[in-house]
């Protein structure tokens, strides 16, 4: 079962996300359990005996006394769809959910997905400016996981993982990124400079395959094999560096294209408060220009959480569910969108 | 493809042709047991064709060389000794580097309890500022940021 608030909430990782470039981290940790086949190559019944037991080893941790537990294989596709849209299953999941367990504190920052790809992926989200934070977080949950499990680790690759890009450590670090000013000022040379300097791909949010919308970007380190705190170093400085390239550019902006900024910016608030059809792309482009227009104070007054809350809601599932449509209607979709913005934007139902 | 009759663990795809007083028997075995059930001059071991053609394969999860390659997944530890060669060439063209440079964490049972003692501080400081005890607040955070002090000790250690 799934909680109905959680369609009514702005997950904390996101909410918590104010200004700059790096709207959250996500950091995963994958494990395997030793001598056994990774879940692909398991019954489902096997893999069930896995949930079982993992589950309860992971609720006596001092990290997950009262986890919110759902078991994929007995949701509703619709269901499904919705911690999709959160980013609680993956899309690998969400097609074969036989057997997946996972489990999450109500802030949705700390998440434990058992039978992805991997028996045990452990994600932990924060926003950018707690980047510390959450890799404190991360080295204290490999620890634990160390003393409660035996887990596959081989002399020459490290742990284990079904696909070797996460060898070593069993880590991904990834990022999602908001650079409006770095898109606007035509610097995405620079960007991919630095990127492919520190060996790190890049995505539209929606991740692998994705198109890049709304100046939004997932971007993945590839440097398996390294030690964590290396690692966690290195994706710490190219962070710095497209943050940089991102303030740069806003200056940019300010300096010498300033009406241009200026009219995109209330051209983009104009339409998003009299639309009535809005569909998700052109949605998030519009907000992100607005966003930016807060962020370098040519537009105030508009409600702060108001491109957070537009981002979680107005994904086609959240919608349906929120008013109760029973089947997609792209049109009506589209009509519900542009009125939960305009709501969003005058800090209605706050909260 | 049919289990093998010896180990009922993995795939029979290897056939041995024994020679038993002058008569041929066939028998369908996983390559494993084929190997060890062979005797010699008097049995030959013929791989199937499939095999020949996808390449050698996992005898615990029935990953071939030819899936490995086209999906980049393994299917069990195991695979890992069975493709180490092949995984080690592409590493070492990938990332210019074959093992991991880290090591793996040590069992140790001193820091569970710093874990536990910051959780609950955090809790604690949680509440301190819904209740805007700001005051409280600060010393809560204080005392977390030794705890983390020592948890990036052992981090290092
Ligand atoms: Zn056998
Ligand atoms: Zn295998």
Redesign the pocket.
């Known amino acids: 079962m799934v909680p109905e608030k959680l369609i009514n909430t702005i997950p904390q990782w996101l909410k918590e996300w104010k200004e700059g470039p790096v709207v959250t981290l996500i950091l995963q940790l994958s494990r395997n359990l030793k001598d056994k ?1 990774f879940p692909a190559k398991l019954s489902i019944g096997e893999r069930e005996e896995i949930v079982t037991m993992v589950c309860e080893e992971l609720e006596k941790t001092p990290f997950w006394q009262t986890p919110l537990k759902i078991k994929c294989g007995e949701l509703t596709s619709d269901w499904l769809k919705i911690l999709f849209e959160r980013k609680l299953i993956t899309r690998y999941i969400l097609n074969s959910p036989q057997g997946v367990c996972i489990l999450f504190d109500k802030e949705e920052k700390l998440l434990a997905r058992i039978n992805d790809r991997d028996h045990i992926r452990l994600v932990i989200r924060e926003t950018g400016n707690n980047m510390e934070q959450a890799f404190t977080n991360l080295t204290a949950s490999a620890y634990i996981l160390e003393q409660i499990f035996e887990f596959s680790f081989h002399e020459q690759f490290g742990y284990l993982t079904s696909s070797p890009v996460y060898l070593g450590e069993g880590l991904s670090l990834n990022a999602l990124l908001h650079i409006p000013a770095i898109f606007f000022t035509r610097q995405t040379e620079k960007l991919f400079k630095i990127l492919s300097d520190y060996n790190i791909l890049v995505w539209g949010m929606e991740g692998e395959g994705s198109d890049i919308t709304g100046s939004m970007v997932l971007i993945k380190e590839r440097d398996l094999l390294m030690r964590k705190e290396d690692s966690f170093a290195r994706f710490q400085k190219a962070l710095g560096e497209i943050n940089e390239l991102e303030s740069t550019s806003r200056s940019i902006l300010m300096v010498q294209h300033q009406k241009e900024l200026e009219d995109r910016v209330l051209k983009s608030l104009a339409i998003l408060k009299s639309a009535v059809i809005l569909g998700l792309k052109e949605a998030l482009e519009l907000l992100s220009t607005v966003k930016l227009g807060i962020e370098t104070g040519i537009i105030d007054g508009v409600s702060p959480n108001f491109f957070t809350r537009s981002l979680i809601f107005m994904q086609p599932e959240h919608l349906r569910k929120k008013f109760g449509l029973p089947q997609l209607d792209p049109l009506r979709e589209s009509e519900l969108r542009a009125e939960l913005i305009k709501e969003a934007l005058e800090g209605e139902h706050e909260g | 493809m049919p289990i093998c009759p010896v180990c009922k663990l993995r795939e029979a795809d290897t056939t041995l042709v024994e020679f038993v007083e002058g008569r041929i028997k066939k028998r369908l075995l996983c390559s494993i047991c084929a190997e060890k059930e062979a005797d010699g001059v008097r049995s030959i071991i013929i791989t199937s064709t499939e095999v020949r053609r996808k390449g050698k394969k ?1 005898p ?2 029935g ?1 071939s060389l030819y899936e490995f390659r086209r999906s980049f997944l ?3 530890p ?2 890992y000794d ?1 493709f180490r060669d092949e995984l080690t060439e592409i590493l070492k063209k990938v990332v210019g580097r074959e093992s991991f440079l880290g090591e793996r964490p040590q069992k140790d049972s001193e820091i569970i309890p710093l874990l536990q003692e910051r959780e609950n501080l955090m809790k604690r400081l949680n509440e301190a500022i819904k209740k805007e005890e700001f005051e409280e607040a600060a010393k809560l955070r204080d005392e977390i940021k030794k705890i983390e002090e020592q948890l990036q000790w052992f981090q290092k250690n």
């Open positions: 086949k | 996992c615990v999860c990953t393994m299917g069990c195991t695979c069975i």
